[in-house]
């Protein structure tokens, strides 16, 4: 029942900006961390940001300074916001809330000129 929808990727030029959003559904989501990963095919999934229920946030090295992530309790979303991207941040970007094993489909980020 839970559901993770995730949007806004894309094809962007390196120095360039992108947003992804996460819609949540299937339980409560104010009460949950939530977290968004990236994935090259080949490659070990990365943590890439995590927001607490209480709006703390971490940030994997490899993205700090460059990108945020949020959550609009109201709406029931989670965003990224990804800044000064870089041709390796090109992956398959997820959300997920670490209380439960869902993943969903995911979506593609590709920094390229």
């Known amino acids: 029942q839970v559901q993770l929808v995730e949007s806004g990727g894309g094809l962007v030029q390196p120095g360039g900006s992108l947003k992804l959003s996460c819609a949540a559904s299937?339980?409560?989501?104010?009460?949950?961390?939530m977290n968004w990963y990236r994935q090259t095919p080949g490659k070990e999934r990365e943590l890439v940001a995590t927001?607490?229920?209480?709006?703390?946030?971490n940030y994997a090295d490899s993205v700090k300074g460059r990108f945020t992530i949020s959550r609009d309790n109201s709406k029931n979303t989670v965003s990224l916001q990804m800044n000064s991207l870089k041709p390796e941040d090109t992956a398959v970007y997820y959300c997920?809330?670490?209380?439960?094993?869902?993943w969903g489909q995911g979506t593609q980020v590709t920094v390229s000129s």
């Open positions: 997920k809330a670490p209380a439960y094993s869902y």
């Open positions: 299937g339980f409560t989501f104010r009460y949950f961390a």
């Open positions: 927001i607490s229920a209480g709006g703390s946030t």
